[in-house]
């Protein structure tokens, strides 16, 4: 447990002291690595017999490296900008908190009633 806690306190470390700049690179991490994943994903499902080709042709480094570079830069935006989006207002983001919404059976009762006008003409 020792070591666990020495790990912890240098990772913490290592963190910026500022909570935005924390929360990007936490999720930024977190995207590289589902990007890792999902490059994993690819070439052991062999999608589009893209794993043949990878490894049939003379330099295997560059489609994987450039493959890797597009999930990682694709997938670490949408990690990261979903975590800004999910900020509330109280956290110093600028969308709107959950209660603030409103769903679809609240807004129902929100709405003015609207008379009924049977067989009465409107003059234009």
């Known amino acids: 447990m020792l070591w666990l806690n020495r ?8 963190l910026p002291k500022n ?6 690179v936490i999720n930024g991490v977190l995207g590289v690595a ?3 994943g999902f490059l994993a994903g690819v070439f052991w499902a062999n999608i589009g017999n893209l794993r043949v080709l990878v490894t049939r042709s003379e330099d295997p480094i560059l489609p994987i490296v450039m493959l ?18 999910m900020l509330s207002s109280k956290d110093g983001g600028g ?7 409103p769903s679809a059976l609240g807004a129902a009762h929100q709405l003015a009633p609207v008379p009924a006008r049977a067989g009465k003409k409107h003059a234009t």
């Open 7 to 14: 790990s912890s306190r240098s990772i913490r470390n290592m």
């Open 19 to 24: 909570p935005l700049f924390r929360l990007l």
């Open 34 to 36: 589902i990007s890792g």
């Open 68 to 85: 890797a570079a597009g999930f990682i830069i694709t997938l670490t935006s949408v990690v990261m900008g979903s975590a800004i989006m």
């Open 95 to 101: 969308g709107k908190r959950q209660q603030d919404w």
